[in-house]
């Protein structure tokens, strides 16, 4: 089923949680909305779960189409996975799954035998059979969101809705179970819309991810779009750890020190300022000046745990700048603390606006 | 001068059949009361968090209402005042089957019931919100939601506290011997007064009260522990790993 959002306006007495909010998620794919804590994404899929009712005249929810503003989210057919699993304690796993089956009006309910054959599947499915007839409090963080995951599936919900599904599980599970529901998804391939505030997860499991922020949708695209192609500096320092470098613009270039770079032709001739974006890991260190730009800088503090290693400097104007340099590049260079080394930057975002977090 | 212990008084003549009577009688009242103010409790305590404002409005006026004035008043008011007001067929079925008893019984009800309320109503709002939710999402009704997911689960939780408001109820009873109620105190009473024998009269009468609190006690204790949900803590049971 398609969902479609038009221009959702939704406030909590001063505090406007969504502004206009429009979205079209396609059948079949699998959403993520992505943003800080307050950027209104938990918010916009609760209005489209119809547990959040949006501003009286603010706009539509369309399920295939049609009107679904003013359905219940009990007649909305969609499935919801809490953050905090919201088990029910007092029913075993078979029996949780089976709720939403068993709740049924005579009419449209299945038969006890299709019940357990259908939750056995369910059961099967996320890999829990074996747990059937334990209770919630039983089970561990990762088994528990996975029984939710099961019950929400067991209604067959035309849309599947989860908030912040993985937010309270260790990062270890986390990454397992995320793969792991990419999988599901390419198996049942119902649509799925996920909250995370976490750029990693959105950007492995999201067929498209819908950036937010201050109750507005800032760029909406795969992961690869919006990675390296984000539409502005929210977007583009919300997906990773960047440095600003705020630059003159003279002559069709930025300056920055004794740097010249061109500015983009997109952007506004007239601007007098523009700040430069560059990714950790895009940033060169060298103890000898390269024929390209570069600026001079001081090594301030070296971690080299981890896959990367993290190089902390002062610029020569006193900023701090986050470097990241394999292991290898770490050894050739033999860096050490106080040392005085050029900076290249070999990508990078130019703005004309400011952001930072 | 030495006062001289005589038990025996408790089950001479007529004194054991009283006391028998007051137990009974204490026991009839009490449990009918507690029934009623259990319905009253779990159906007001429900609507007090109820997703629609008049329902929590007129729940909250019927507990700050009842519990607000004492028992004792209460007692008077559904005795002497009540009745007057019920038509005459009300008033000739009450004469004819013990109007002291059913005045106590609708004083007690409804004022333990508001007392009830509070307690059902502390035990769902401590159900996680998206319990409710889920419940919802799920495909149930609000009604199907509270019957089947809510109010089961905050019973369980609740299970101390109404253990104690039932002891209460049990104790508070003693106070329909103001309006004639033969009851366990009316009846320890009447012994004292017929034997002169304070001592023994009252020390039977406070042990009995002891007995049937510790029983209703160690039944709520089963209770709680039959209905505990695996994997949660309960009161005097180890949890298996």
Known sequence: ?357 | MTYDLQWNILWTGENGRWLLEGIWTTIRLSALSWIFACGLGVLSGALRTAPFRPLRALATCYVEFFRNVPLLVWLFFWYFGAPQVLPRAGQDWLNLHGPEFWSAVVALSVYHGARMSEVIRAGIQSVPKTLFEASVATGLSVGQAYRLILIPIALRLIIPPATNESLNLLKNSSLALTIGVAELTFMTRQVETYTARAFEALTAGTLIYLVLCLTIASVMAQVERALRIPGLIARGVRSES
Do not use: C
């Open chain 1, 1 to 357: 089923m398609s969902i479609e959002v038009r221009h959702i306006t939704k406030t909590f007495g001063d505090f406007t949680a969504l502004k206009e909010v429009s979205l079209e998620i396609p059948t079949g794919e699998l959403i993520a909305l992505l943003g800080p804590s307050g950027s209104g994404k938990t918010t916009l899929l609760r209005v489209i779960a119809g547990l959040e009712v949006a501003d009286p005249g603010s706009g539509a929810i369309l399920f295939d189409g049609e009107d679904a503003t003013s359905r219940s989210s009990r007649d909305r057919q969609v499935g919801f996975v809490f953050q905090h699993y919201a088990l029910f304690r007092h029913m075993t796993i078979f029996e949780n799954v089976a709720f939403g089956l068993r709740v049924r009006p005579r009419k449209v309910r299945p038969s006890e035998s299709e019940i357990r054959e259908r939750v056995s599947a369910l059961l099967k499915l996320v890999q829990l059979d074996w747990l059937a007839a334990r209770y919630p409090s039983q089970l561990s963080g990762g088994q528990r969101q996975r029984v939710a995951l099961a019950r929400a599936l067991a209604v067959e919900p035309k849309v599947l809705l989860l908030d912040e599904p993985f937010g309270s599980l260790d990062a270890k599970v986390r990454k397992e179970l995320r793969r792991w529901l990419r999988r599901l998804h390419d198996e049942l391939h119902v649509t799925s819309v996920f909250v995370t505030h976490d750029q990693e997860e959105a950007l492995e499991v999201a067929d498209r991810v819908v950036v937010m922020n201050e109750g507005r949708v800032e760029q909406v695209g795969t992961p690869d779009q919006v990675y390296h192609h984000p539409a502005n500096p929210f977007v583009y320092n919300f997906l990773g750890n960047v440095n600003l470098f705020n630059g003159r613009v003279e002559g069709g270039k930025v300056h920055i020190g004794d740097m010249a770079m061109e500015l983009p032709e997109q952007m506004r001739p007239d601007a007098e300022t523009a700040v430069v974006y560059v990714r950790p890991h895009l940033l060169e260190i060298d103890h000898q000046p390269t024929n390209t730009n570069h600026f001079r800088a001081r090594v301030e503090h070296i971690n080299p745990a981890g896959p990367l290693v993290k190089v902390e400097l002062i610029s020569e104007w006193g900023d701090p700048v986050q470097v990241e340099i394999s292991q290898e590049r770490y050894r050739d260079l033999r860096l050490k603390k106080d040392a005085e080394v050029f900076v290249t930057p070999k990508e990078k975002k130019i703005f004309v606006e400011k952001y930072s977090i």
